[in-house]
């Protein structure tokens, strides 16, 4: 892009995505301690925090957050690598890999739903085996989902995570050789799960460090998730902390905004435990790394990781093919398998509310990441300037801030810039909706991006300016042209993070615009699985549809491209014969 | 005619190239040899204006005698070939070949233009194909056809040849230098085959040993 002045860019854009964080920030700082102006609290106290800790389900909600946000990152982590280690490079392994971007596709909530028709009491799992075996003829009173230990809660969370950092592993696999390291490894004689243990996965962890930082603060904060098949008496904080914030008594703000800047400290104190656990194993773990034994005990632990790891990927497969078959059951009585009537009434019942619901979700998803898209190529331009100008492998300013908004908790955050909305008369708006997924739609389409373009061989269009000195044409033409793929990939990526998105839809619209997202996780707990069946499958169907077409697109778009001028040509030339 | 006079090129206080001087006719081709790092490509870049900032260079080089070394990249009007052709993959042949030709000349001669260059090729039937579809040896021809059709006022050469099979060189060579001579206009090539620079029938300039 030939842009001037890509120091002043990159100011103006540093300062746009510093603001929402700083306002949203102070937004939540000060309520926390009673500084308040939108109702009337102008004096700086500490009540709020005695309100806070006064709260004994403040207590009991922490300890499910730790307790949720702390073992599905480690059973995530765990199930990932024994799965990479098992498979990697394995023939059928790959069909695995290829499966792994529909369910990152797929938004939690609408996976959430699916395990809720999988594990619940009156679920398919019990109905699979009912009543031969379990003599049941109505739905057992037991509490699979929604138990009070977060048990399904951290399933649904490894179920979206594994597959997260399955994917990023796998992507690292060729910086560290892993190939070659491999084949040195076992000409040695050691056995393929002891190679991973110990020369692979300590090489891999210093690159997936962010990675699994994020799917930690992710599980820490969930709000959907959670809602749907959360604990509900107490829930885990983020769902706590969201119903003070909606409180008709306003003064719960003031203590759920001091709520939000614990939940703040918890994330940055497990992640800094989390680092302290990790050079403490490593210290454990070094002198038997080099001890000489080709294979261990501890290799078991991964064996027991893979058969963990497939039964997670099944369950997952099977809780999403659950959702159309609820859409189109008519009459499903409790111990059937399946239907025994089918329908397409359901839906189309529905299809009024499903239109709208489809429309405002899509023109969200649109608009966000397209935005995200053009935002993402200034700024990775304005990054290759300042790598060519300086000659310099300094980090550049965007590569950190454009985590912050991952990192941080939506719940709070967001409440804090709902204020500066109020404040611009913008609450409420379809603007500020779509500002808000920007928000949260720039960081994985940057980061996306940012490989491809970055590796682009320069010389194509250094070679196109030299044939035809047209530098913004050539840049469209040919590097934008060039980049296609990585383009329409991170479109995909983006469109399926708007379409994930619940609280800044819920906090920007004030309930004035739903979305499939909004609207499936409402509706999640009302028991008519018909129709939350519907919009949980329109929910993952969208993106899976997008990431598709992203594949299938670009590579054939040059030959559609040629073959739809060589028609327009041919009756040109008619043409002209009859003139 | 390409002048270059008392060109020298230094990285840090390492000098590469001391007042290296020479000319160029009309249709002739310059061979600079010698081995790897001494600064050949680098003195292509200084006449094509692509030079990288932690080079510094001095010296001048004239095209007819109007300065080259003080213009824009873009009015320097210099057409360079690499060891990569740079087809761009996602357009046909003739669309690399149009991209090519000046706007300024009507559709109807310019696509004239682009079927003559493939007649000339001896591939009229692949206009509408990938440049993936074609050979090494004949990417090489249309990346150098598609150099000279944008009319540039000098030609730079940085080992064009290295990346093709023994045998296709041969042919290769021979068609560049007719085109060259065609065109009428100064080439500079870098190299450090004997053979490339034999086979251009120009002056040949060793740099290695001009340096000792």
Same mark, same amino acid.
């Given at each position: 892009?030939?842009?001037?002045?890509?120091?002043?860019i990159?100011g103006i854009i540093t300062l746009l995505l510093i603001f929402p964080i700083v306002i949203g920030l102070v937004g939540t700082l000060l309520p926390a301690f009673a500084y308040f102006p939108p109702l009337g609290e102008y004096t700086v106290s500490l009540a709020p925090w005695?309100n806070l800790?006064?709260?004994?389900?403040?207590?009991?909600?922490?300890?499910?957050?730790?307790?949720?946000?702390?073992?599905?990152?480690?059973?995530?982590?765990?199930?990932?690598?024994?799965?990479?280690?098992?498979?990697?490079?394995?023939?059928?392994?790959? @069909?695995?890999?290829?499966?792994?971007?529909?369910?990152?596709?797929?938004?939690?909530?609408?996976?959430?739903?699916?395990?809720?028709?999988?594990?619940?009491?009156?679920?398919?799992?019990?109905?699979?085996?009912?009543?031969?075996?379990?003599?049941?003829? =109505? #739905?057992?009173?037991?509490?699979?989902?929604?138990?009070?230990?977060?048990?399904?809660?951290?399933?649904?969370?490894?179920?979206?995570?594994?597959?997260?950092?399955? +994917?990023?592993?796998?992507?690292?696999?060729?910086?560290? *050789?892993?190939?070659?390291?491999?084949?040195?490894?076992?000409?040695?004689?050691?056995?393929?799960?002891?190679?991973? =243990?110990?020369?692979?996965?300590?090489?891999?962890?210093?690159?997936?460090?962010?990675?699994?930082?994020?799917?930690?603060?992710?599980?820490?904060t969930?709000v959907d998730?959670?809602?749907?098949?959360?604990?509900?008496?107490?829930?885990?904080?983020a769902v706590t902390l969201l119903r003070w914030f909606n409180d008709p008594d306003l003064t719960m703000r003031l203590m759920a905004s001091a709520g939000a800047i614990s939940l703040m400290l918890?994330?940055?104190?497990?992640?800094?435990?989390?680092?302290?656990?990790?050079?403490?194993?490593?210290?454990?773990?070094?002198?038997?790394?080099?001890?000489? *034994?080709?294979?261990?005990?501890?290799?078991?632990?991964?064996?027991?990781?893979?058969?963990?790891?497939?039964?997670?990927?099944?369950?997952?497969?099977?809780?999403?093919?659950?959702? #159309?078959?609820?859409?189109?059951?008519?009459?499903?009585?409790?111990?059937?398998?399946?239907?025994?009537?089918?329908?397409?009434?359901?839906?189309?019942?529905?299809?009024?509310?499903?239109? @709208?619901?489809?429309?405002n979700t899509?023109t969200i998803a649109?608009i966000a990441t397209l935005m995200a898209?053009v935002i993402?190529?200034?700024?990775?331009?304005?990054?290759?300037?300042?790598?060519?100008?300086?000659?310099?492998?300094?980090?550049?300013v +965007?590569?950190?801030l454009i985590y912050v908004p991952i990192l941080l908790p939506q719940i709070g955050f967001l409440f804090g810039l709902h204020v500066l909305l109020i404040y611009l008369n913008l609450n409420g708006d379809l603007d500020a909706i779509i500002a808000l997924h920007l928000m949260y739609v720039l960081p994985?389409?940057?980061?996306?991006?940012?490989?491809?373009?970055?590796?682009?061989?320069?010389?194509?269009?250094?070679?196109?300016?030299?044939?035809?000195?047209? #530098?913004?044409?050539?840049?469209?033409?040919?590097?934008?042209?060039?980049?296609?793929?990585?383009?329409?990939?991170?479109?995909?990526?983006?469109?399926?993070v708007s379409?994930?998105q619940y609280l800044p839809t819920l906090i920007a619209g004030e309930g004035r615009y739903s979305t499939?997202t909004t609207?499936?996780?409402a509706?999640?707990?009302?028991?008519?699985?018909?129709?939350?069946?519907?919009?949980?499958?329109?929910?993952?169907?969208? #993106?899976?549809?997008?990431?598709?077409?992203?594949?299938?697109?670009?590579?054939?778009?040059?030959?559609? =491209?040629? @073959?739809? *001028?060589?028609? +327009?040509?041919?009756?040109?030339?008619? @043409?002209?014969?009859?003139? | 005619?390409?002048?270059?006079?008392?060109?020298?090129?230094?990285?840090?206080?390492?000098?590469?190239?001391?007042?290296?001087?020479?000319?160029?006719?009309?249709?002739?081709?310059?061979?600079?040899?010698?081995?790897?790092?001494?600064?050949?490509? %680098?003195?292509?870049?200084?006449?094509?204006?692509?030079?990288?900032?932690?080079?510094?260079?001095?010296? &001048?080089?004239?095209?007819?005698?109007?300065?080259?070394?003080?213009?824009?990249?873009?009015?320097?009007?210099?057409?360079?070939?690499?060891?990569?052709?740079?087809?761009?993959?996602?357009?046909?042949?003739?669309?690399?070949?149009?991209?090519?030709?000046?706007?300024?000349?009507?559709?109807?001669?310019?696509?004239?233009?682009?079927?003559?260059?493939?007649?000339?090729?001896?591939?009229?039937?692949?206009?509408?194909?990938?440049?993936?579809?074609? %050979?090494?040896?004949?990417?090489?021809?249309?990346?150098?056809?598609?150099?000279?059709?944008?009319?540039?006022?000098?030609?730079?050469?940085?080992?064009?040849? %290295?990346?093709?099979?023994?045998?296709?060189?041969?042919?290769?060579?021979?068609?560049?230098?007719?085109?060259?001579?065609?065109?009428?206009?100064?080439?500079?090539?870098?190299?450090?085959?004997? &053979?490339?620079?034999?086979?251009?029938?120009?002056?040949?300039? &060793?740099?290695?040993?001009?340096? %000792?």
């Open positions: 892009m030939p842009l001037k002045h890509a120091k002043w990159t005695r800790l006064s709260q004994g389900e403040f207590y009991a909600s922490l300890k499910l957050t730790l307790i949720t946000g702390i073992v599905a990152p480690l059973l995530a982590l765990w199930l990932a690598l024994s799965l990479l280690a098992w498979g990697y490079q394995r023939p059928f392994f790959r @069909k695995i890999e290829a499966l792994l971007s529909p369910i990152l596709a797929i938004p939690h909530a609408a996976i959430a739903i699916g395990l809720l028709f999988l594990l619940s009491p009156s679920g398919w799992l019990v109905r699979l085996f009912s009543p031969w075996l379990t003599g049941f003829d =109505r #739905p057992p009173n037991w509490i699979t989902v929604q138990d009070p230990y977060g048990i399904s809660l951290i399933l649904a969370l490894v179920i979206k995570e594994m597959p997260y950092l399955l +994917f990023v592993m796998l992507a690292t696999m060729k910086s560290i *050789k892993a190939r070659e390291s491999l084949q040195v490894g076992q000409t040695l004689g050691y056995s393929r799960f002891t190679l991973w =243990r110990k020369v692979l996965i300590p090489q891999l962890y210093p690159i997936i460090r962010l990675p699994i930082f994020i799917v930690i603060a992710f599980s820490l969930v998730l959670a809602l749907v098949i959360g604990p509900n008496t107490p829930s885990t904080l918890v994330i940055v104190l497990v992640l800094a435990s989390w680092e302290v656990a990790h050079l403490l194993f490593r210290q454990l773990t070094r002198a038997e790394r080099s001890n000489g *034994k080709r294979f261990g005990l501890t290799d078991n632990i991964l064996r027991l990781g893979v058969v963990l790891g497939l039964f997670t990927l099944l369950n997952a497969f099977v809780a999403l093919a659950l959702l #159309p078959i609820w859409s189109l059951a008519r009459r499903w009585r409790f111990p059937d398998a399946l239907p025994s009537q089918w329908t397409w009434d359901n839906i189309e019942r529905a299809t009024p509310l499903l239109m @709208k619901l489809t429309t899509l649109f898209c993402s190529l200034v700024m990775l331009e304005t990054k290759r300037h300042n790598m060519t100008d300086a000659n310099s492998s300094k980090p550049h +965007f590569d950190w994985y389409v940057y980061l996306t991006l940012k490989g491809p373009y970055l590796s682009y061989e320069e010389e194509y269009l250094q070679q196109a300016n030299r044939l035809s000195h047209r #530098p913004w044409r050539n840049y469209f033409m040919v590097k934008i042209a060039m980049l296609k793929p990585a383009l329409f990939t991170a479109f995909a990526i983006g469109f399926s379409i994930a499939l609207e499936a996780v509706q999640a707990a009302s028991g008519d699985r018909k129709q939350v069946g519907s919009m949980a499958m329109l929910q993952a169907f969208f #993106p899976i549809m997008v990431f598709w077409l992203a594949q299938f697109i670009p590579p054939r778009w040059t030959r559609w =491209r040629l @073959k739809l *001028k060589q028609v +327009f040509h041919i009756g040109l030339i008619k @043409k002209d014969k009859t003139c | 005619m390409l002048t270059v006079n008392a060109f020298s090129l230094s990285l840090g206080d390492k000098t590469l190239i001391k007042a290296l001087s020479f000319e160029i006719a009309n249709g002739q081709v310059l061979s600079i040899m010698g081995p790897s790092g001494i600064g050949k490509s %680098s003195l292509l870049h200084f006449l094509s204006g692509s030079l990288s900032p932690n080079l510094t260079t001095t010296g &001048e080089a004239f095209l007819n005698d109007e300065a080259l070394h003080t213009k824009a990249i873009q009015d320097r009007k210099a057409g360079l070939l690499q060891q990569m052709p740079l087809l761009f993959p996602h357009m046909s042949i003739i669309e690399n070949l149009l991209f090519a030709i000046p706007a300024d000349i009507n559709k109807p001669a310019r696509i004239a233009m682009a079927q003559n260059a493939l007649q000339k090729l001896g591939i009229p039937d692949k206009a509408n194909a990938l440049p993936k579809a074609l %050979s090494g040896g004949q990417q090489a021809r249309v990346a150098l056809l598609r150099t000279l059709l944008s009319k540039p006022d000098f030609l730079l050469l940085d080992e064009p040849f %290295s990346k093709l099979d023994p045998a296709l060189r041969r042919d290769v060579r021979t068609f560049v230098l007719n085109e060259i001579r065609q065109a009428n206009i100064p080439a500079l090539l870098v190299t450090h085959d004997p &053979e490339d620079a034999k086979a251009m029938e120009g002056e040949r300039l &060793e740099l290695g040993k001009q340096n %000792s």
